[in-house]
């Protein structure tokens, strides 16, 4: 079984920083593209930033400039680094890829969209 991990979230001031981890576990053929996205209270989820393996990126034009995503291909692990850090970027914050490659229970691979549970982040003074 697949699963996706965040860890870093937490509470932080007016224009700081933190870094957001995911790591995947399981069997894992590939994990393409893998990226973040965050849902504010009372608010549908958003697409905060997306990675492929070759390190082309997307950003939501919210964080553009301020948000860097990377990932470790080696690790199946995907970064958020977070600077200048607003209380509108509250919200609990999920690691997620649309396609990971793993076998399933007959070992035959397919393709499987995967969320982690997130991590929340609170931006306030």
């Known amino acids: 079984q697949v699963r996706l991990v965040e860890s870093g979230g937490g509470l932080v001031q007016p224009g700081g920083s933190l870094r957001l981890s995911c790591a995947a576990s399981g069997i894992i053929l590939t994990i393409n593209p893998m990226g973040w996205y965050r849902q504010a209270p009372g608010k549908e989820r958003e697409l905060v930033a997306t990675i492929t393996s070759g390190g082309t990126t997307n950003y939501a034009d919210s964080v553009k400039d301020r948000f860097t995503i990377s990932r470790d291909n080696a690790k199946n692990a995907v970064y958020l680094q977070m600077n200048s850090l607003k209380p509108e970027d509250t919200a609990v914050y999920y690691c997620?890829?649309?396609?990971?490659?793993?076998?399933?229970?007959?070992?035959?691979?397919?393709?499987?969209?995967?969320w982690g549970r997130g991590t929340l982040v609170t931006v306030s003074s």
């Open positions: 997620n890829s649309p396609k990971v490659l793993t076998p399933d229970t007959t070992g035959r691979y397919r393709y499987l969209e995967v």
